[in-house]
């Protein structure tokens, strides 16, 4: 599942982290979103119990 991931993109990048706590289906609409309109390889969606996070790019942003 990992293996096709730049790493070094990943280290380089400007992150902007977003994220709070709450039920997955109420992040996934904002986040697929987020990805559709940045792209896949500007956003990081990362899920820790009911805690989620995006990470996004935040060159590609603003």
Not at 26 to 34: G, L
């Amino acid at each position: 599942m990992l293996n096709n991931i730049d790493l070094d993109y990943i280290k380089k990048t400007n992150w902007y982290r977003q994220g709070g706590a709450g039920r997955p289906g109420y992040f996934y609409i904002p986040f697929s979103t987020a990805m559709k309109i940045l792209g896949r390889k500007n956003v990081i969606l990362a899920q820790d119990g009911l805690l989620h996070h995006g990470f996004f790019d935040r060159d590609v942003i603003c």
